[in-house]
């Protein structure tokens, strides 16, 4: 039994990397580490994306994302933003943010954590200003599909009378 869990480090490893491998868009996950652990489980929860946004040293690209009139809304309510800076989320993160041409960038994950979409710095900015409505146009076909409330409540209440539960309801998700 321990000798399974002394390979069993260099298994996981070598079965990443060739999961990695064979991913067929040729884009790996980003490493996960809390901060985006946390947008994940948000987006999990709130049924939106997670949005990456990729910056050199002293930039607040997030900020100003956040701060433009067409984009501030649907970020609020279709995006978990985590801003990554130079190197702080890991070598893999640090290979997709290298793919990407130019800072500032951005990358859509799902729930998941895997990459839906890279957008480089060319597909928002005009001269150097951002272009939220340019953006907005890219960022649309990645929300997530509306979750059907009534059938999940319905599902929910179904699943309380078979186990004698109560059925808490929350309402806090956009949707």
């Not at 059907?148 to 929350?170: H, M, S, W, Y």
């Amino acid at each position: 039994m321990s000798i399974v869990r002394s390979f069993a480090p260099i298994l996981s490893v070598l079965l990443v990397g060739a999961a990695a491998a064979q991913d067929p868009r040729g884009v790996t996950p980003p490493k996960i580490t809390p901060e985006l652990q946390r947008a994940l489980a948000r987006a999990t929860v709130h049924n939106t994306r997670v949005l990456c946004v990729f910056c050199d040293e002293g930039q607040d690209f997030a900020a100003v994302l956040k701060k433009d009139r067409t984009l501030s809304r649907k970020l609020l309510y279709e995006f978990q933003t985590v801003q990554v800076v130079g190197k702080a989320f890991g070598v893999d993160l640090v290979k997709v943010a290298a793919s990407l041409k130019g800072r500032p960038a951005l990358a859509v994950l799902d729930a998941e954590g895997e990459v839906l979409a890279r957008l480089e710095r060319d597909t928002f900015l005009t001269d150097g200003v951002l272009d939220g409505a340019a953006l907005l146009g890219r960022l649309e076909p990645h929300f997530c599909p509306p979750v059907d409330a009534e059938a999940k409540l319905a599902a929910a209440i179904v699943e309380a009378k078979k186990t004698g539960r109560n059925v808490f309801v929350r309402f806090d998700a956009p949707w």
